[in-house]
């Protein structure tokens, strides 16, 4: 649309950048010695022109160093977007939280309803005895608390025991 404003502002910018250079041509330095010479680095400043050649070589090769530490030095964090594994791993641990922090409740009101001899439905009596780690003979087995099934996708399953609580009257 304004190229021929963004053109001048180009050259006006490439103008204003070669005063500051160095009047050596090829010199990567910005001018810093006003010297008999003209304006140039300090490295030119001082040198016979016959060496000048060879000083420009040590100053972009000093430049290069330069931009080669620098982007050694900052490695930038690039920002990615999160993988399915990574998604998935994140889920998962939230599964697990909800479970641990005190989501077993319902688990333990249904083995209390079974052991009082109410009879609940396939679905509970599995339900609860996952929950609990509990396989066989409910009533001997030990419950032990940290029973947490990492591999076991229960993304569904936790949306089956929400449904049971709204569900379920107690
Ligand atoms: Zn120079």
Known sequence: MSTKR???IADETLQHDAALMCRVG????PWSVDGPAGRCCSAHAWAQPHQWARITDEQLDAQARRAMRASQEQPKPRKRPMTI???????QKLRQ???????RQWAHKLRDRE?????????????????LGVHDEPAQAPLVEPAPQAEFDDGPYIADVQ???????W
């Open 115 to 131: 052991q009082r001899g109410e009879k609940l439905t396939e679905a509970q009596r599995s339900m609860w005895r996952d929950a």
């Open 85 to 91: 594994d990574e998604k998935r791993a994140i889920g």
């Open 163 to 169: 449904d049971e609580l709204e569900a379920a009257p």
């Open 26 to 29: 090829g010199c990567p330095n």
């Open 97 to 103: 939280a909800i479970r641990q922090q005190g989501g």
């Open 6 to 8: 963004d053109q001048r």
